[in-house]
């Protein structure tokens, strides 16, 4: 059985609709179990939130990206886990992240490194996407990794796409993809 808990905010509803993604490829493998943890627009917990992080084997960090890193809600919730970090409860879970932006790049990459730092300042263990990049002629936004994330997920979502049209089908197959191999690691590590 492996237990991930999965904190993320979204502003626009496009970051929940890649969670949705990472949360489905997920669950699709047996014994998984995901506890899903929306943060409030006041960058709130749900109840029993800090709990599930305990319990959990991995924690899937997500937030979309405002003005090059995480959104405040998000940095909120960071911030406040200096007393986990403190006494170091969740040390040696696995740990990985996503972000979301409306630009190609628009300093997505800062977002990602910022959801890294947090693992490692919690002594958690990083998993990227391990995906080459979708890198041809032919290849565009209905590919699996054209955004070319290797050290956590990225999507786009254009400013002007509601949620039914962004984030893009090579983006959520990419999150479905991610949400496996984090519980592939986790349970491999497990052992």
Do not use: C
Request: aromatic share 10%; proline share 4%.
């Amino acid at each position: 059985m492996t237990t991930i808990a999965m904190v993320f905010y979204s502003g626009y509803e496009h970051t929940a609709k890649l969670a949705e993604a990472v949360e489905a490829g997920a669950a699709s493998v047996s014994g998984a179990t995901v506890h899903v943890l929306r943060l409030s627009d006041d960058g709130e917990l749900p109840d029993g939130g800090l709990d599930k992080i305990a319990a959990a084997d991995a924690v899937i960090y997500g937030t979309p990206t405002y003005m090059g890193g995480p959104a405040w809600q998000f940095k909120k919730f960071a911030d406040a886990s200096s007393k986990q970090w403190f006494s170091m409860d969740w040390k040696d879970k696995v740990a990985a992240g996503f972000t979301n932006s409306a630009s190609l790049n628009g300093d997505k990459f800062s977002t990602i490194q910022y959801l890294w730092t947090l693992s490692q300042q919690h002594g958690q263990i990083w998993v990227g996407t391990g995906l080459l990049p979708a890198n041809k002629k032919a290849d565009g936004p209905d590919s699996v990794n054209w955004t070319a994330g290797f050290g956590g997920l990225m999507s786009i979502s254009p400013a002007d796409a509601s949620p039914e049209e962004a984030p893009r089908q090579g983006d959520l197959d990419t999150a479905r993809h991610f949400g496996r191999r984090v519980v592939e690691i986790t349970a491999r590590l497990k052992g």
